[in-house]
Nanobody, 119 residues
Framework: QVQLGESGGGLVQAGASLRLSCAAS????????VGWFRQAPGKERERVAAINWDGISTYYADSVKGRFTISRDNTKNTVYLQMNSLKPEDTAVYYC????????????WGQGTQVTVSS
């Protein structure tokens, strides 16, 4: 059974940076791809980034390209989301989720961490 736990959220001003962490445990095949998603109040959940096991393949939503970087340290079973140049529109609950492939489905989810960016 895959277990995921996010940390690193907080309240920052526009232009600041945050690094989110996702600690994962479970069968390696079930966490081959880890994605970061976000959901703001009244909006649909959005996949913002994803990374495969070896870190070679990544995905970024257009809204975060050039500002967010996803990485993983398999020795620590942790996936990171470095968020730079944060904007108020980045405010959301951020979740990490695991899948066997980039196409999903993402069957395992963490509890989420709140990111709030003030203007």
């Amino acid at each position: 059974q895959v277990q995921l736990g996010e940390s690193g959220g907080g309240l920052v001003q526009a232009g600041a940076s945050l690094r989110l962490s996702c600690a994962a445990s479970g069968r390696a095949a079930d966490i081959y791809v880890v994605g970061w998603f976000r959901q703001a109040p009244g909006k649909e959940r959005e996949r913002v980034a994803a990374i495969n096991w070896d870190g070679i393949s990544t995905y970024y939503a257009d809204s975060v390209k050039g500002r967010f970087t996803i990485s993983r340290d398999n020795t620590k079973n942790t996936v990171y989301l470095q968020m730079n140049s944060l904007k108020p529109e980045d405010t959301a609950v951020y979740y990490c989720a695991a899948a066997a492939g980039f196409a999903g489905p993402y069957n395992s989810w963490g509890q989420g961490t709140q990111v709030t960016v003030s203007s």
